[in-house]
């Protein structure tokens, strides 16, 4: 995948086959989801972190990290955190907390690090945006091939059966003065959520588009990959998984 990004075009999508190369790397994607509750990402850091039992300095990798606010926090507790992203802007953002154990650089998951890690960290939905659902089983085998011997690995995704139950069709959020008009739907075994607003006299449309993975498939592609499924949880007060009920999709892995 190429890392140049195309440019937004007025009154249409951008021009993409790859909607989270472009959506991520814009101002909008962070100024529509920055009511994100950073207390609940920090409890859920503590508790992963004990439930897993890393000891201080332990090398952990953030993949997909965003702006980094996982990363930043991981790093607080005394970790060797190295955080990754497709997104440019996003890394160049979270550049500005580095420091002598807190890195940050523009990776694409698909590829595993010559640099092997104690844990590694998917979070917030970050998987199964790819068009081609080899991709999945291809970035899998990747976070298999980036850690040590004695290494964990999590997915944090969400509970496909939750969602589907819980959708809201149609809203709108109001955010520093822009309107986001949503909307949500499932089409080919995938959770799509359009996304229209204007800014500055310009219009702009995005979708995000992630497959309805269930535990099931995770099951199946870590079977192919020859990852051992250790547990799975549903929420992050790493309470039991309920399929019905509850809110995420936990996996853990090595």
């Known amino acids: 995948m190429s890392e140049s990004k195309p440019p937004i075009t007025q009154n249409s999508s951008p021009v993409t086959d790859d909607w989270y190369a472009s959506w991520f790397d814009t101002p ?10 950073y207390e609940e990402a920090q409890v859920f850091m503590d508790n992963l972190t004990h439930y897993l039992n890393l000891p201080e300095e332990s090398k952990i990798l953030d993949l997909a990290c965003g702006k980094g606010r996982h990363s930043i ?8 955190i190295t955080g990754a992203d497709l997104s440019e802007n996003s890394i160049k953002e979270a550049s500005k ?12 998951m698909r590829i595993s ?19 081609d659902d080899a991709d999945n089983l291809i ?4 976070i298999r091939d980036s850690l040590t011997e004695y290494g964990f690995a999590v997915i944090d995704f969400m509970n496909v059966d939750f969602v589907l139950e819980n959708l809201i069709p149609e809203e709108t959020k109001t955010v520093d003065g822009i309107d986001f008009h949503i909307k949500r739907y499932e089409k080919d075994n995938h959770i799509y959520k ?16 992630v497959q309805a993975l269930r535990l099931t498939d995770f099951e199946k592609m870590m079977e192919e990959a ?12 790493l309470r039991k998984f ?13």
Do not use: M, P
Not at 28 to 37: E, F
Not at 139 to 142: F, I, M, R, Y
Not at 227 to 234: C, E, P, S
């Open 28 to 37: 909008y994607y962070h100024i529509l989801y920055k009511d994100r509750d």
């Open 73 to 80: 926090y991981l790093n607080q507790l005394g970790y060797d």
């Open 97 to 108: 907390s580095a420091n002598e154990k807190l890195h940050f650089v523009v990776h694409d």
């Open 113 to 131: 690090f010559e640099e092997k890690f104690d844990a590694i960290f998917n979070l917030f939905t970050s998987f199964g945006y790819f068009e």
């Open 139 to 142: 970035t899998l085998k990747a």
């Open 194 to 209: 359009e996304i229209s607003f204007s800014d500055k006299g310009q219009a702009f449309h995005f979708t995000e588009k």
């Open 226 to 237: 020859g990852i051992y499924l250790l547990d799975v949880f549903g929420d992050y007060k």
């Open 242 to 254: 309920y399929k019905t009920q509850s809110e995420r999709l936990i996996l853990i892995f090595k």
